[in-house]
């Protein structure tokens, strides 16, 4: 079998492979002004994601629209809060149901290690959302600020499209 060789330089690269890659960067630009986080709080973490889609601090400024009621609307995940053994199999369902491309931000530190609840080797508790599927921003604080769940956001926003696009939020 005769070695392939690796193009030296875009030139020998063919144009479909350019204009595909170009594409691409234009798509990931959407999807990053463009994302639709789930309305899924499930304990104290929730009162602040509520307060972030406020007009306060206003999400909907940093790309993130209205909260979608349904996970077949929406392309982020926002765990916020204690995922319990009983409520696993109902987070787990919610997140398969997410259409392609989806992310996931585990807000707070229940949602990143299971907080305090998880003293003593708790046996209801699940010991961060990373054990049902993959984050992709871990927001900690307990609970954290709704300037926080920006920054958490812009971070989602630069590893979607590689850079950032907004200045560092400084009160976090």
């Known amino acids: 079998m005769g070695e392939e060789s690796v193009p030296s330089s875009i030139e020998s690269v063919p144009s479909s492979i ?63 809060g204690t995922i319990n053994k009983k409520l696993e199999l109902a ?11 989806k992310w996931v931000i585990a807000m707070g530190n229940c949602a990143i290690s299971g907080g305090p609840f998880k003293v003593k080797n708790n046996y209801n508790v699940i010991e961060g959302a990373d054990k049902l599927f993959p984050v992709d921003v871990y927001i900690p604080g307990c609970p ?15 590893k979607i499209t590689g850079k950032r696009r907004w200045p560092r939020v400084e009160s976090c």
């Open 18 to 80: 350019v204009q595909f890659a170009q594409l691409d960067k234009l798509l990931n630009l959407g999807r990053a002004n463009s994302l639709w986080p789930m309305t899924f709080g499930l304990a104290c973490c929730a009162i602040e994601m509520m307060c972030t889609g406020g007009s306060r601090y206003d999400i909907s400024r940093f790309g993130a629209e209205v909260f979608r009621p349904s996970p077949r609307q929406s392309d982020v995940m926002i765990v916020a």
């Open 91 to 101: 987070v787990k369902t919610l997140y398969d149901q997410m259409p392609e491309p």
């Open 144 to 158: 954290p600020r709704p300037e926080a769940l920006l920054e958490g956001i812009m971070t989602l926003e630069e």
